[in-house]
């Protein structure tokens, strides 16, 4: 679970930013919508963020997606590095790295990793962790020396360093551009592995259409549990589908169920990991308008914008619920209905959700209303006259209510982080007009 993902001199962002997912200590109408961790400390199940149009909002996302495949890659990968690019509006931050730090808990301990990179290498990088009631290092790392390790609490680190350096130099790590961390996971260090995976478990998507979204859901039909899961998903969302299934390419073009699927997209499929036809079932009527079966049809050209994001989104949707993960999602309220988006908000807020946690980007504000979210569940993104982005919260304001109409106030401006637009008319104003 997240409690906190910080990060700066990335993209839009110039000075160091937080996204907080803990809980603010306010008094709020939504019991539900909160992890309660202990007595102290609870986090939020969901988290929705606001702004203009290019504010920096899909920075947030790109900064977390860069985030975890740095860590996830840095090992075999030596240019993934170059998914880093730093604030280019200021000579301040021309020569310095970007920030990354992610605070979560995993079995009830909280840890605290982060790292400064270049898009050439790692210019520090840092674990700790609260194992009892005060935080303790458990290795720090500048430039290409760990200045700092724990025999204690990070002993698989310190025992391959140790070995490492009996040859190579005193607390060298393996290679400027690649992360300790990952280093010591991918050498089957049991905590450090068990930190990735936690990292590695954070789903984000797009929001946008996605093929490889698509292959994802389709592919997870072919489990009988998660098919109906999925199907029962679409059926709550009122498409006017009764049942999925999937047929598998290789017999599909003999197939009589999708005899009139396109070629093109059964060629496409078998290459995209061979995941098959899917294929929808709806009810079929006679000219009294009486049901006489179910008709069959090839899902991706008969099907809605809407509702094929429906189906690329089940899946991780229900994976995050049953699982306990988190998920993020850019351009969530791209092709749905507002009254579908506020449904799986409520659903990550609701008592069904035991640990997930859903944190999107979105226009929808519908979805600003204090009977659905928090104050400390809504963010803003808004970006200033010197180009550089800011992420605050609802709960920073004074004075306002847990009553107040947050949709309306947002909207007038009160909240920042809306676009100042001008006269479109001005476009086509003759010369006379003129």
């Given at each position: 679970m997240i409690k906190e993902f910080s990060f700066g001199n990335y993209r839009s962002f110039k000075e160091i930013q937080s996204l907080n997912m803990t809980a603010s200590k306010i008094n709020e109408l939504n019991e539900n919508n909160i992890i309660v961790l202990n007595e102290k400390?609870?986090?939020?199940?969901?988290?929705?963020?606001?702004?203009?149009?290019?504010?920096?909002?899909?920075?947030?996302?790109?900064?977390?997606?860069s985030f975890i495949k740095i860590i996830k890659n840095s090992v075999k990968d030596e240019k993934v590095l170059d998914l880093i690019e730093n604030f280019k509006l200021s000579v301040d931050t021309d020569n310095e790295p970007s920030f990354f730090q992610l605070i979560f808990e995993i079995n009830r301990i909280q840890y605290r990793y982060g790292f400064e990179v270049t898009d050439k290498e790692i210019k520090s990088e840092w674990l700790f962790g609260v194992p009892n009631e005060r935080e303790v290092c458990y290795f720090v790392r500048e430039n290409n020396t760990i200045n700092d390790i724990s025999k204690l609490h990070f002993e698989e680190g310190h025992k391959l360093l140790s070995i490492y350096n009996d040859s190579e130099g005193e607390n060298e790590v393996f290679r400027s551009n690649s992360l300790f961390l990952s280093a010591v996971a991918a050498m089957n260090g049991k905590l450090s592995k068990q930190i990735v995976n936690s990292i590695f478990s954070i789903t984000v998507l797009s929001g946008l259409q996605d093929k490889q979204l698509y292959n994802i859901s389709g592919t997870n039909l072919r489990n009988e549990e998660t098919k109906n899961k999925i199907t029962d998903f679409l059926k709550i969302a009122d498409v006017g589908i009764n049942s999925?299934?999937?047929?598998?390419?290789?017999?599909?073009?003999?197939?009589?169920?999708?005899?009139?699927?396109?070629?093109?997209?059964?060629?496409?499929?078998?290459h995209d990991n061979k995941i098959g036809s899917v294929i929808s079932m709806h009810d079929k009527f006679n000219s009294q308008k009486e049901k006489i079966g179910e008709a069959n049809l090839q899902f991706l050209s008969s099907q809605s914008e809407g509702t094929l994001k429906m189906f690329e989104i089940s899946s991780?949707?229900?994976?995050?619920?049953?699982?306990?993960?988190?998920?993020?999602?850019?351009?969530?309220?791209?092709?749905?209905?507002?009254?579908?988006?506020?449904?799986?908000?409520?659903?990550?807020?609701?008592?069904?959700?035991?640990?997930?946690?859903?944190?999107?980007?979105?226009?929808?504000?519908?979805?600003?209303?204090?009977?659905?979210?928090?104050r400390d569940q809504i963010d803003f993104v808004e970006k200033d006259k010197y180009g550089e982005s800011h992420l605050y919260s609802l709960v920073q304001f004074k004075g306002v209510r847990n009553s107040a109409s947050f949709e309306k106030d947002y909207i007038k401006g009160k909240y920042g982080a809306i676009p100042f637009l001008g006269d479109f008319n001005q476009l086509f104003k003759s010369e006379k007009d003129a």
């Open positions: 400390q609870s986090l939020l199940k969901s988290k929705a963020i606001y702004g203009a149009n290019a504010s920096g909002k899909s920075n947030i996302v790109k900064a977390l997606v999925l299934d999937i047929i598998e390419t290789n017999n599909a073009i003999e197939n009589n169920l999708v005899k009139e699927a396109p070629v093109e997209y059964l060629k496409k499929s078998e991780f949707i229900i994976k995050a619920i049953e699982n306990g993960e988190t998920l993020v999602i850019d351009e969530f309220d791209a092709r749905l209905h507002p009254l579908i988006s506020k449904k799986i908000v409520e659903l990550f807020n609701s008592q069904a959700n035991g640990s997930a946690q859903l944190i999107f980007v979105t226009h929808d504000t519908n979805l600003l209303s204090a009977d659905l979210l928090r």
